[in-house]
């Protein structure tokens, strides 16, 4: 089954996509992928097997190397075709602009999401490792200007006093409004007030994200 473990890698690499997000996506474990892609698995399942070839739209011959594996099916627009759609990918000093004007990025970037594309969405990359462990460094967060938040939502602010846009959970309470930072060791609850715009709420927060610049 190596001729598996190198395909599977291949596809893997191929369609810029992380073990975690493809058993996210077909809904198997990540330790299962992570041992078929290191060829620790001797007889793996043939529902497993089916899953990964049905994603990659190949056939399970073609995964295991019982049939040469077609090139022209596992590069990107394939991986579009299957439900995965283009976010436009912003700078965290760019959110604001980008939202008044739709202006467009200082750089043609976007990732890869699942959700169905629509006007209001847009990604950011978190730099830093202030918002774990509930957001971790490098994560990928998207987010809608379309939907109102609510009570333990998170979102992109602006507040008035400051220059960058941030996260912050609502916190609703006695019909007010609170935004607290989301690392808990950095405690910072404030009033949400009418000076401050919400610029997205966070629908989706991904790890191990491609980022890919326009042709």
């Given amino acids: 089954?190596?001729?598996?473990?190198?395909?599977?890698?291949?596809?893997?690499?191929?369609?810029?996509?992380?073990?975690?997000?493809?058993?996210?996506r077909i809904g198997v474990a990540q330790p299962i992928i992570n041992r078929l892609v290191k060829a620790q698995t001797a007889s793996p399942k043939v529902e497993t097997l089916i899953k990964i070839a049905n994603?990659?739209?190949i056939?399970?011959?073609e995964l295991i190397g019982q049939?040469?594996?077609?090139?022209?099916?596992?590069?990107?627009?394939?991986?579009?075709?299957?439900g995965w759609s283009k976010i436009k990918l912003?700078?965290?000093?760019?959110?604001?602009?980008?939202?008044?004007?739709?202006?467009?990025?200082?750089?043609?970037?976007?990732?890869?999401?699942?959700?169905e594309p629509d006007e209001s969405l847009y990604a950011l990359i978190l730099h830093g490792s202030v918002m774990e462990p509930k957001f971790p460094k490098g994560s990928v967060l998207i987010?809608?200007?379309?939907?109102?938040?609510?009570?333990?939502?998170?979102?992109?602010?602006h507040f008035h006093?400051?220059?960058?846009?941030?996260?912050?959970?609502?916190?609703?309470?006695?019909?007010?409004?609170?935004?607290?930072?989301?690392?808990t060791k950095i405690q910072d609850v404030t009033e949400l007030s009418s000076n401050d715009k919400v610029l997205g709420v966070v629908v989706q927060v991904r790890l191990d994200m491609p980022t890919r610049k326009e042709k």
């Fill in 55 to 57: 994603y990659f739209a």
């Fill in 1 to 24: 089954m190596n001729k598996l473990a190198d395909n599977l890698r291949a596809l893997i690499i191929k369609n810029e996509i992380s073990e975690f997000e493809l058993a996210r």
């Fill in 67 to 82: 049939f040469p594996l077609d090139e022209t099916m596992v590069n990107e627009s394939s991986l579009l075709h299957r």
């Fill in 143 to 157: 987010c809608s200007t379309m939907y109102s938040f609510s009570d333990g939502d998170s979102i992109i602010v």
């Fill in 161 to 183: 006093n400051q220059d960058v846009p941030v996260v912050r959970l609502v916190i609703v309470d006695n019909n007010k409004t609170y935004l607290s930072t989301i690392n």
């Fill in 59 to 61: 056939t399970v011959g």
């Fill in 90 to 115: 912003l700078e965290w000093d760019e959110i604001i602009d980008y939202q008044n004007h739709k202006a467009m990025a200082s750089k043609e970037r976007y990732v890869l999401t699942d959700i």
